[in-house]
């Protein structure tokens, strides 16, 4: 029997990096980033890549958390282990082996090299409002859909340069369109090369197969 690992594609660095410090073999399997924005789509996803796997995979590792209920509601067709966390973000912020369900200050939006570079929702959610509406109706309907954000944080997971000029030109169009400043917080890889690495304490679950993941058992 065997091991492999499901992973949202918008962590793909991360996880990547984890694999690699950890020296793991295991195979991954990514699924779709742009699916987070419809969670019963993604859950179909997630049910469709686990039924996919070959059947000699008896544990898969879940690069991913609750996700707007994403990973509950269905019956574990193999062992699963997944992070005990509200979402991605809480993930990188976790920088110890204290368990938090939700580490995110209300009013930040974060980001990582993957919200970035793999899926941009809010430059992509803006250009679009922009082609349909027009500058002005965008600006206001911009406006509205971030007024009580106070900050973007860009989280420093020592996965990759948090400072790369590329990579802040990108931050600072996110911040314009928000029209909030920026900043870099402290997060990490940890949860990843833990999960990776068969490290599974209190910030984990084990769900056995046929057993169904509810959204209680994560708070």
Same mark, same amino acid.
């Not at 997971?157 to 911040?175: M, Q």
């Given at each position: 029997?065997?091991?492999?690992?499901?992973? $949202?594609?918008?962590?793909?660095?991360?996880?990547?990096?984890?694999?690699?410090?950890?020296? $793991?073999?295991?195979?991954?399997?990514?699924?779709?980033?742009?699916?987070?924005?419809?969670?019963?789509?993604?859950?179909?996803?997630?049910?469709?890549?686990?039924? *996919?796997?070959?059947?000699?995979?008896?544990?898969?590792?879940?690069?991913?958390?609750? $996700?707007?209920? =994403?990973?509950?509601?269905?019956?574990?067709? $193999?062992?699963?282990?997944?992070?005990?966390? @509200?979402? #991605?973000?809480?993930?990188?912020?976790?920088?110890?082996?204290?368990?938090?369900?939700?580490?995110?200050?209300?009013?930040?939006?974060?980001?990582?090299?993957?919200?970035?570079?793999?899926?941009?929702?809010?430059? @992509?959610?803006? @250009?679009?409002?922009?082609?349909?509406?027009?500058? &002005?109706? #965008?600006?206001?309907?911009?406006?509205?859909?971030?007024? @009580?954000?106070?900050?973007?944080?860009?989280?420093?997971?020592?996965?990759?340069?948090?400072?790369?000029?590329?990579?802040? =030109?990108?931050? *600072?169009?996110?911040?314009?369109?928000?029209? #909030?400043?920026?900043?870099?917080?402290?997060?990490?890889?940890?949860?990843?090369?833990?999960?990776? =690495?068969? &490290?599974?304490?209190?910030?984990?679950?084990?769900?056995?197969?046929?057993?169904?993941?509810?959204?209680?058992?994560?708070?």
């Amino acid at each position: 029997m065997t091991t492999a690992i499901l992973a $949202c594609e918008i962590l793909k660095h991360e996880v990547e990096a984890a694999w690699e410090k950890v020296n $793991c073999s295991f195979p991954i399997v990514y699924i779709d980033g742009g699916l987070h924005a419809y969670p019963s789509r993604l859950r179909k996803e997630i049910e469709k890549k686990l039924q *996919e796997l070959p059947p000699e995979v008896d544990t898969v590792l879940l690069a991913m958390a609750l $996700c707007g209920n =994403a990973i509950v509601g269905f019956s574990a067709p $193999c062992r699963l282990v997944v992070p005990r966390m @509200d979402d #991605c973000v809480t993930i990188f912020l976790h920088q110890d082996d204290e368990r938090h369900a939700n580490l995110k200050e209300i009013g930040h939006m974060y980001l990582s090299y993957g919200y970035i570079n793999v899926k941009n929702f809010i430059q @992509d959610e803006y @250009d679009s409002a922009l082609e349909k509406f027009g500058p &002005r109706r #965008c600006e206001k309907l911009t406006r509205m859909l971030y007024k @009580d954000y106070v900050s973007v944080d860009i989280m420093e997971n020592g996965t990759y340069d948090a400072h790369d000029k590329d990579f802040l =030109a990108k931050v *600072e169009k996110v911040a314009a369109i928000m029209e #909030c400043p920026y900043r870099h917080v402290p997060a990490s890889n940890l949860i990843l090369e833990k999960l990776f =690495a068969g &490290r599974w304490d209190q910030q984990f679950m084990v769900v056995e197969k046929g057993q169904i993941l509810q959204t209680e058992q994560f708070f």
